[in-house]
């Protein structure tokens, strides 16, 4: 399988570092850097096999880690065991610190664009209003790279180890898997992710389903979406970019 994905939507490797923090209820000025850092190459490993393209720059925080728990797991030298020695995890934290504060101001500056995009004028048709007033019932976020590639963990830890007899070439492409779930929500306005990679019969189809669901959002042809932090993640259909599908 020789597939690409060029990802310039999604986030880097401190939104990375922050969302590991977040989901593992981690103190952002005391990490347990043996812990996010196993925790943060496991997911470069996955990035690695999906041969996405933003790999390269996770790789220099990777180092960093490394650097980083290399020091802090190496006994101090004689010399500095009396002057006392500063955490090697202090740059990193201020890093995060600052990056922190200022993804916080972006989301309250998209937020209150979010609020007022909600007033409308008197002329506004009555109509489209309560329409929109009953789509607003349903409050979903969107899903981030990080919770789509810990739900495809997820999903590839639960198929069973294959024992393979003789080579089969099995007829798995992306694009087929694109067709497929555009398919499927034709016919329905949303589909659980997870119900996507229950129906893969290997880790292959598992893969490609992954990489098909990625490249449905980098054509904003659908949506994945949560109701809160780190829930099951939804599939829904973009209405407006939709690809036409001939039957």
């Known amino acids: 399988m020789n597939y690409k994905i060029k990802l310039d939507i999604f986030e880097g490797p401190l939104d990375l570092l922050l969302y590991l923090i977040k989901k593992n209820d981690m103190d952002i000025i005391n990490i347990p850097i043996v812990e996010i850092t196993d925790q943060y190459m496991r997911f470069i490993d996955l990035m690695k096999m999906l041969d996405l393209d933003t790999v390269g720059d996770f790789l220099v925080m990777a180092a960093t880690l490394m ?3 290399s020091r802090m797991l190496l006994p101090p030298a004689p010399s500095e065991i009396e002057e006392e020695e ?3 995890r202090d740059e990193l934290v201020k890093r995060l610190q600052e990056y922190k504060r200022f993804k ?3 989301d309250i500056l ?3 664009e979010t609020e007022r995009n909600q007033l409308f004028s008197r002329q506004y048709e009555e109509e489209t209003l309560k ?4 789509d607003a019932e349903e409050v979903y976020f969107e899903a981030n790279l990080f919770d789509l590639i810990n739900a495809f963990s997820s999903a590839l830890k639960k198929i069973p180890e294959e024992i393979i007899h003789e080579i089969i070439k099995e007829g798995y492409t992306v694009e087929k898997k694109i067709h497929a779930i555009l398919q499927v929500l034709l016919t329905q306005p949303s589909i659980r992710l997870n119900s996507l990679f229950e129906q893969s019969r290997s880790k292959l189809e598992v893969v490609v389903t992954f990489l098909a669901v990625l490249e449905l959002i980098r ?3 659908i949506k994945a ?3 809160r932090a780190f829930s099951e ?4 259909r973009n209405k407006d970019n939709i690809i036409p599908i001939e039957k």
């Open 110 to 112: 998209k937020e209150k």
């Open 86 to 88: 500063d955490d090697p």
């Open 131 to 134: 329409k929109f007033k009953k």
């Open 225 to 227: 979406v949560q109701q």
């Open 67 to 69: 650097q980083i728990k």
């Open 219 to 221: 054509l904003k042809e």
């Open 233 to 236: 993640i939804e599939i829904l």
């Open 104 to 106: 916080e101001i972006a």
